[in-house]
């Protein structure tokens, strides 16, 4: 069965870095677009960011130039870099696995920003 695992998370003061992962199994990875996307307390699903197979990437405008997404076929891994964390980059992160639309997703790893 498909399944994705985010882990990473944690808490970081603003101007810091974490690094996300995501182990996928039960898919052929390399196969499919990959994409994170947020959760902020109390507000709604954020999309971040994407990738593709070929391994072209997409960001939200609120991320770019900070965040990088990237891939590891081999290791059936996405990642997600996070640079110059912001407070309002506290969220839970998903991954997600695209195939006309996100159709399985992790259980997600919180990320908080703050002093």
């Known amino acids: 069965q498909v399944q994705l695992v985010e882990s990473g998370g944690g808490l970081v003061q603003p101007g810091g870095s974490l690094r996300l992962s995501c182990a996928a199994s039960?898919?052929?990875?390399?196969?499919?677009?990959m994409r994170w996307v947020r959760q902020a307390p109390g507000k709604g699903l954020e999309w971040v960011s994407d990738?593709?197979?070929?391994?072209?990437?997409y960001y939200a405008d609120s991320v770019k130039g900070r965040f990088t997404i990237s891939r590891d076929n081999a290791k059936n891994t996405l990642y997600l870099q996070m640079n110059s964390l912001k407070p309002e980059d506290t969220a839970l992160y998903y991954c997600?696995?695209?195939?006309?639309?996100?159709?399985?997703w992790g259980k997600g790893t919180l990320v908080t920003v703050s002093s």
């Open positions: 997600a696995r695209v195939d006309d639309g996100m159709d399985y």
């Open positions: 990738i593709k197979s070929g391994g072209s990437t």
């Open positions: 039960g898919f052929t990875f390399s196969n499919y677009y």
